[in-house]
């Protein structure tokens, strides 16, 4: 997560304790999601929490874009 603030202080006042913002970076972590776009919408960003195969893939298109969509994934096509 980065966060980004303003601080206003004084050329002297560079290093002072009360001008620093620290920060504490650490590795590891990671967030994946699935989303869709088009020129007039956007979809929803879907987490994924497993391995993504086929058969997730396929499910995630059809319950989270088709279903909210009203599209039958039959006459759809995905590029």
């Not at 620093?20 to 956007?42: D, N, R």
Request: aromatic residues 10%.
């Amino acid at each position: 997560l980065l966060l980004a603030a303003r601080i206003w202080r004084k050329q002297h006042e560079s290093m002072d304790p009360s001008c620093v913002v620290s920060a504490v970076q650490a590795g590891g972590g990671g967030v994946m999601v699935w989303g869709i776009f088009s020129w007039h919408t956007l979809g929803p960003l879907v987490p994924i929490e497993h391995h993504l195969n086929a058969a997730a893939y396929l499910s995630i298109i059809f319950l989270d874009f088709c279903a909210n969509h009203s599209l039958s994934i039959t006459n759809t096509m995905f590029e």
